[in-house]
């Protein structure tokens, strides 16, 4: 079956730190990979996308590269900010799933010091 | 603005009784999940619906139902037979069942016993 695995938290950085957080996964079909993010007391927001190997998915600073050959989706960002501080899931959709289920990971803390 | 609203944000259910849990989308998606998130930890797929007047279990159905009446709306039920039900609730919707469609969140319901 499908899994995700993500580096266990919290990650404590102080502001302009570079952060990444690893995220690796298996999958039996062609799968879609996310990024999602959570603000205390809210839902899951999207925050990038790569849906193919080798492709790179960005927003708002963040990146993170589809490495089929690793099968990795780490996220990078070079200078965080003390409003980047919340829970980072990661998680993959599978072409071979019935519908468009998400495998998520367990979540990664990031806090961040002025 | 398009999006989806739960409700209501906080919930206190007594002892053998039955509560719902709003989701209202107003995004014209086809298919809607409702996911539990237990304190520092990821979600589980509790149910999904890709059309009208069909849903699916997920990997925790067991104490919970579902309807879908209407495209807009996907009510969950929370029943007395579900013996540890405190939890963050989340409904998701998306476009359709391509792998490739990200997941859209609301801001959750969170349920506690009185």
């Known amino acids: 079956g499908n899994s995700v695995t993500q580096m266990e938290g919290p990650v404590t950085l102080s502001e302009e730190a570079f952060l990444t957080i690893n995220c690796t996964y298996t999958?039996?079909?062609?799968?879609?990979l996310f990024w999602y993010v959570q603000y205390p007391g809210e839902g899951l927001q999207l925050l990038l996308k790569a849906t193919k190997a080798d492709d790179k998915g960005s927003n708002k600073g963040f990146e993170a590269t589809y490495r089929k050959e690793t099968t990795s989706f780490h996220l990078e960002k070079g200078s965080v900010q003390v409003s980047d501080s919340a829970v980072y899931f990661c998680a993959l959709s599978d072409l071979n799933n019935a519908g468009n289920m998400l495998t998520f990971g367990g979540g990664t803390r990031l806090m961040v010091k002025p | 603005d398009g999006g989806i609203t739960q409700s209501p944000k906080y919930l206190f259910r007594k002892e053998g009784q039955n509560v719902t849990l709003s989701c209202e989308q107003n995004?014209?998606?086809?298919?809607m999940y409702w996911y539990r998130q237990d304190p520092g930890q990821g979600l589980r797929l509790i149910y999904y619906?890709?059309?009208?007047?069909?849903?699916q279990k997920g990997d925790i159905a067991e104490g919970y139902s579902v309807s879908r009446e209407k495209k807009e709306s996907f009510p969950l039920t929370v029943t007395s037979a579900q013996k540890n039900p405190t939890a963050f609730y989340l409904c998701a919707s998306s476009m359709g069942s391509g792998a490739t469609q990200p997941q859209h969140f609301g801001d959750g319901t969170r349920l506690s016993i009185l």
């Open positions: 995004l014209n998606h086809d298919a």
């Open positions: 619906s890709q059309i009208v007047n069909d849903f």
């Open positions: 999958a039996t079909g062609y799968p879609s």
